[in-house]
């Protein structure tokens, strides 16, 4: 039996099909080549967008990424602010607490010299005894928190 050599369009590959085939078969044939040749084309066309879209996916992914880590250091940096913020409200907090114990122990003083003297005790405004600083700053949240003190 003799073979004829058939060369596809595209590629150039090589194809061994009967030489006796009729014209029916020889068409079915072609459509078959013709099918083959298509679905290379396609698989040619979806590795050259694979290979044109990977860059640009990865693109899309570092920038996100940077625009991520960008975002992640900029919050750090105002939680640091934010927190160095409370340090010093707490450090004054502490200063006022301290002032606070002095000017109330000046006029329990007071109290106690107006009662050695017979006169009436004057009224000191309504906080508890002074204590530690945290126990202090714990009495004056209870409020802000709605908790009964």
């Known amino acids: 039996m003799l073979n004829t050599?058939?060369?596809?369009?595209?590629?150039?590959?090589?194809?061994?099909?009967?030489?006796?085939?009729?014209?029916?078969?020889?068409?079915?044939?072609?459509?078959?080549?013709?099918?083959?040749?298509?679905?290379?084309?396609?698989?040619?066309?979806?590795?050259?967008?694979?290979?044109?879209?990977?860059?640009?996916?990865?693109y899309a992914v570092q920038a996100e990424v940077e625009r991520l880590v960008g975002l992640f250091e900029q919050r750090k940096t105002r939680l640091r602010d934010c927190l160095a913020r409370i340090d010093r409200d707490l450090l004054d907090c502490r200063d006022h607490l301290a002032e606070y114990d002095e000017i109330r122990a000046e006029l329990a003083?007071?109290?106690?010299?107006?009662?050695?003297?017979?006169?009436?005790?004057?009224?000191?405004?309504?906080?508890?005894?002074?204590?530690?600083?945290?126990?202090?700053i714990v009495q004056r949240l209870q409020p802000a928190r709605g908790d009964k003190a």
């Open 109 to 136: 003083a007071a109290n106690e010299r107006l009662t050695s003297l017979g006169a009436q005790t004057l009224s000191l405004p309504e906080f508890p005894s002074p204590g530690s600083v945290v126990e202090m």
């Open 5 to 58: 050599v058939r060369r596809a369009a595209s590629g150039g590959r090589e194809r061994i099909a009967p030489a006796h085939l009729n014209d029916s078969e020889d068409g079915n044939v072609s459509s078959v080549q013709s099918y083959e040749r298509i679905l290379q084309e396609l698989r040619d066309i979806r590795i050259q967008l694979e290979e044109r879209v990977r860059p640009a996916a990865r």
